[in-house]
């Protein structure tokens, strides 16, 4: 790592050590409550949810909704209020599901290609026949911040073209400044800022095979039938696609280039962008499958009659997979720790505050969202569209696979150095005596791989807890026992009941991330943004 990374990780360090210097000092009211997170009761909402008898949560399904209808009793028996739409708990969602047919490009060169092998096509949840040409251009990373010092489209005319990158950020990124720059909705939007009308992601990794779903992409809907949430698309982009490792070499060689030097220029920082000195025709046909999601919301009332306004959002997704390829006979990824865990987690928190005897002043809003899996599509939807007011919610934390496998010693927050949020996470974690460390896997893009990201985009401060390195055997490599943990059970049917579980470290994951939303709660001031940090304009 460049020197960019330790600077950063002090001023991280800098950034709460004011926070843990004095520590906070709670009433016996909220001590009491705290204690009242049941590791039987988590464990108990974890079964329910990763039952087989639920076919893995997808949305738009029979399990889903037998989630959704669990979710909303525990919610009234812990006098949680509703916060949804017309009185009731449950924001509707519209998802589309956009299937690809007869995908064809061509080069105009005559670089023979094949549909699976070389290149693949998201297809288009708007216009079903597309079909035109244009010519290429390489535009590095796709990224565009002058402001940070790097910009791939500087001096290169894209309008009209279609461009090639590759995912990646500059070694000088900090890991969540990285993850947010390579993040595809980031590169989507940018290449449409620029006048480009097409974006291809090219795979510069030579093991990886490219693989195509029949599962289809998802996007929401609003009620006019306009796209307002995706990852995939963009309304100025008639293509987004991707291309394989050996047609990208193939690309880059006629241009004179080779794959590693041109990654070795991205990384140092200098952009490399050229036009490729070809263009390709493309058609794609695509069919839909509209299905109903829901997003729960609950509110618990503020005390403060201005603050009570207000609102601190715990957030967490209520989807998974479904049913789909089977491994070992089995075919139902049934979520348990993504996310049934984090679900039990935000019950716990609930169950906080049912014993807190004295409110928060500002109100919290616990809120349940659908289709994390297909891309943060019901968090992205609520934070554009929330059930309370626009500009009401300050802060989100978001519980999102907590892997309660050890012991909870150290955490890591996930987008908290971006704001004045360190402070709460600080004073909460030095009250439960844990430490606050750096991302112990900053490639994991871990950040913007959940639904605190959304909220970011919507100009909130948010954050997402992980675990930190340190284990109880005083090794403090706890990602060495995550590694083997992730293969064989992340996005699996393995992922159920039967798995490793420590419901003592989920009872100490909701009473962090109950502390650090009820430390929000309390402030008189807003959490905000870091002064020039790259999401204040967000």
């Given at each position: 790592?460049?020197?960019?990374?330790?600077?950063?990780?002090?001023?991280?360090?800098?950034?709460?050590?004011?926070?843990?210097?004095?520590?906070?000092?709670?009433?016996?009211?909220?001590?009491?409550?705290?204690?009242?997170?049941?590791?039987?009761?988590?464990?108990?909402?974890?079964?329910?949810?990763?039952?087989?008898?639920?076919?893995?949560?997808?949305?738009?399904?029979?399990?889903?909704?037998?989630?959704?209808?669990?979710?909303?009793?525990?919610?009234?028996?812990?006098?949680?209020?509703?916060?949804?739409?017309?009185?009731?708990?449950?924001?509707?969602?519209?998802?589309?599901?956009?299937?690809?047919k007869e995908p064809l490009i061509t080069f105009d060169n005559g670089i023979p290609v094949k549909f699976g092998t070389d290149y693949n096509i998201a297809a288009n949840p708007v216009v079903p026949s597309v079909a035109f040409g244009a010519p290429l251009a390489f535009a590095g990373y796709g990224i565009s911040e002058?402001?940070?010092?790097?910009?791939?489209?500087?001096?290169?005319?894209?309008?009209?073209?279609?461009?090639?990158?590759?995912?990646?950020?500059?070694?000088?990124?900090?890991?969540?400044?990285?993850?947010?720059?390579?993040?595809?909705?980031?590169?989507?939007?940018?290449?449409?800022?620029?006048?480009?009308?097409?974006?291809?992601?090219?795979?510069?990794?030579?093991?990886?095979?490219?693989?195509?779903?029949?599962?289809?992409?998802?996007?929401?809907?609003?009620?006019?039938?306009?796209?307002?949430?995706?990852?995939?698309?963009?309304?100025?982009?008639?293509?987004?696609?991707?291309?394989?490792?050996?047609?990208?070499?193939?690309?880059?060689?006629?241009?004179?280039?080779?794959?590693?030097?041109?990654?070795?220029?991205?990384?140092?920082?200098t952009p490399g962008s050229f036009p490729l000195g070809t263009g390709i025709k493309v058609s794609y046909n695509s069919t839909y499958q509209d299905v109903m999601g829901y997003n729960i919301v609950g509110k618990i009332e503020g005390t403060d009659a201005r603050l009570k306004n207000q609102y601190v959002v715990h957030?967490?997704?209520?989807?998974?997979?479904?049913?789909?390829?089977?491994?070992?006979?089995?075919?139902?990824?049934?979520?348990?720790?993504?996310?049934?865990?984090?679900?039990?987690?935000?019950?716990?928190?609930?169950?906080?505050?049912?014993?807190?005897?004295?409110?928060?002043?500002?109100?919290?809003?616990?809120?349940?969202?659908?289709?994390?899996?297909?891309?943060?599509?019901?968090?992205?939807?609520?934070?554009?569209?929330?059930?309370?007011?626009?500009?009401?919610?300050?802060?989100?934390?978001?519980?999102?696979?907590?892997?309660?496998?050890?012991?909870?010693?150290?955490?890591?927050?996930?987008?908290?150095?971006?704001?004045?949020?360190?402070?709460?996470?600080?004073?909460?974690?030095?009250?439960?005596?844990?430490?606050?460390?750096?991302?112990?896997?900053?490639?994991?893009?871990?950040?913007?791989?959940?639904?605190?990201?959304?909220?970011?985009?919507?100009?909130?401060?948010?954050?997402?807890?992980?675990?930190?390195?340190?284990?109880?055997?005083?090794?403090?490599?706890?990602?060495?026992?995550?590694?083997?943990?992730?293969?064989?059970?992340?996005?699996?049917?393995?992922?159920?009941?039967?798995?490793?579980?420590?419901?003592?470290?989920?009872?100490?994951?909701?009473?962090?991330?109950?502390?650090?939303?009820?430390?929000?709660?309390?402030?008189?001031?807003?959490?905000?943004?870091?002064?020039?940090?790259?999401?204040?304009?967000?």
């Open positions: 790592m460049k020197l960019y990374q330790p600077l950063f990780v002090l001023l991280f360090i800098a950034a709460i050590r004011p926070a843990i210097a004095q520590q906070i000092k709670l009433t016996a009211d909220v001590k009491q409550a705290l204690t009242k997170v049941n590791p039987d009761q988590i464990k108990a909402d974890i079964a329910f949810l990763a039952d087989d008898k639920l076919k893995g949560r997808l949305p738009g399904s029979e399990g889903f909704q037998m989630a959704v209808d669990y979710m909303i009793g525990r919610l009234k028996s812990l006098g949680v209020k509703p916060a949804g739409e017309n009185g009731t708990y449950l924001q509707q969602v519209k998802l589309r599901r956009t299937f690809l002058p402001a940070l010092g790097y910009d791939d489209y500087a001096g290169l005319d894209v309008k009209g073209k279609i461009v090639v990158v590759t995912r990646g950020a500059p070694d000088k990124f900090s890991s969540s400044v990285a993850a947010h720059t390579a993040n595809a909705g980031s590169i989507l939007k940018t290449a449409a800022a620029h006048g480009a009308i097409g974006v291809i992601t090219a795979n510069a990794d030579s093991t990886s095979r490219m693989t195509v779903s029949n599962r289809g992409t998802y996007n929401v809907l609003d009620g006019k039938g306009n796209v307002v949430v995706s990852r995939t698309y963009d309304a100025k982009l008639s293509l987004v696609a991707v291309m394989g490792y050996q047609l990208f070499n193939t690309l880059l060689k006629q241009s004179g280039k080779t794959i590693p030097d041109v990654l070795a220029q991205l990384k140092a920082g957030s967490a997704h209520l989807d998974h997979l479904g049913i789909s390829t089977p491994v070992d006979g089995d075919s139902i990824y049934n979520g348990a720790h993504d996310n049934a865990s984090g679900c039990a987690s935000l019950l716990g928190i609930s169950t906080i505050y049912k014993n807190l005897k004295v409110k928060p002043k500002r109100s919290i809003l616990t809120v349940f969202v659908t289709g994390e899996e297909l891309g943060e599509l019901g968090s992205g939807y609520f934070a554009k569209h929330p059930t309370v007011p626009v500009g009401s919610m300050v802060a989100d934390v978001n519980t999102d696979m907590p892997t309660i496998i050890a012991p909870l010693l150290s955490v890591t927050a996930l987008g908290a150095e971006h704001s004045s949020l360190t402070k709460q996470v600080g004073q909460a974690a030095d009250y439960l005596g844990l430490a606050v460390e750096d991302d112990p896997e900053p490639k994991q893009a871990r950040f913007t791989r959940s639904d605190q990201y959304s909220f970011v985009l919507a100009g909130i401060p948010a954050l997402h807890i992980k675990y930190g390195s340190k284990t109880a055997d005083g090794k403090n490599n706890m990602n060495d026992l995550v590694a083997p943990w992730r293969a064989k059970y992340y996005h699996e049917p393995q992922d159920d009941i039967n798995g490793i579980f420590d419901f003592e470290a989920g009872k100490k994951y909701a009473q962090l991330n109950f502390l650090i939303g009820y430390l929000v709660a309390q402030d008189p001031a807003k959490p905000t943004w870091n002064k020039g940090d790259i999401f204040a304009t967000k």
